[in-house]
């Protein structure tokens, strides 16, 4: 199947597709070949349509909640915080600690394969954005100021998890 036949058949089911990973080099995405978590692909009106805009001006335009503003800060139920878009399982609460920031943060994810990070340059100071590897929503950011044993912040916004009580 050629990239334009792809598409028009990810059209034919309203936008949406989980692709299989070997297609992703067809799209010409190189990001997570190895994600092993498939691809989640929308159109933007389709994510406008399906979220809140809360989540939409967070996830699909890498907006940042207000500091304070999520329950999730304080939610220290056992569980695992999912995708707010895709539902993939990101983070545990095993790995959840009080930053005193004001943002959910974790020490690490359930799995490196299913978040994906990337340079980020639009303040002055260059930061590293993390995204889902499936559906490419942008949670948060991480910083190398957190607790061991990663020594790891990851700094997210609240609005873009969806949190599951239950097995962490
Ligand atoms: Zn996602």
Redesign the pocket.
Known sequence: MNRRSFLSSALAFGGAALVPVPLLALAGDKGSKESGVGR?VRTDEEWRRRLTPEQYEVTRRAGTEAPYSSPLTDEHAGGKFL?V??D?PLFSSKAKYNSRTGWPSFWTPLSKKHVREQEDRSLPEVRTEVL?A??D?HLGHVFDDGPPPTGLRYCLNGVALKFVPGKA
């Open positions: 989640l995708c878009c895709c993939l889902c499936r559906c929503a």
